[in-house]
Nanobody, 126 residues
Framework: EVQLQASGGGLVQPGGSLKLSCAAS????????IAWFRQAPGKEREAISC????????FYADSVKGRFAISRDNAKNTVYLQMNVLKPEDTAVYYC???????????????????WGQGTLVTVSS
């Protein structure tokens, strides 16, 4: 059974940092691209970053480029999202998602991912 477990969310002040983790099990981890999405209240789910199975390629949404960094440790079946210079507009539930193959044009499309974690809440507020 494919399982993804997102963790690391919490309350942080503007300008602060958080590191999210997505622990995976039940599949050949390095065969899968892993993405981070987020969904704020009243808004659509937004793809913010994606990393290839090998870790050699990464995508970032313009809204987080230069502030967030995605990485993976295939030995630990875990993907990380380092979030720096957090802003109130980064407040959302963050989800990780997995797909065995994602073409560039589908990175932002939630239906391209076959498995999802449960989400972790990030709140950026003073």
């Amino acid at each position: 059974e494919v399982q993804l477990q997102a963790s690391g969310g919490g309350l942080v002040q503007p300008g602060g940092s958080l590191k999210l983790s997505c622990a995976a099990s039940g599949f050949t981890f390095d065969d899968y691209a892993i993405a981070w999405f987020r969904q704020a209240p009243g808004k659509e789910r937004e793809a913010i970053s994606c990393i290839s199975g090998s870790g050699e390629s990464a995508f970032y949404a313009d809204s987080v480029k230069g502030r967030f960094a995605i990485s993976r440790d295939n030995a630990k079946n875990t993907v990380y999202l380092q979030m720096n210079v957090l802003k109130p507009e980064d407040t959302a539930v963050y989800y990780c998602a997995a797909a065995p193959r994602v073409i560039v044009s589908s990175i932002r499309v939630p239906s391209a991912y076959s498995s999802w974690g449960q989400g972790t809440l990030v709140t950026v507020s003073s």
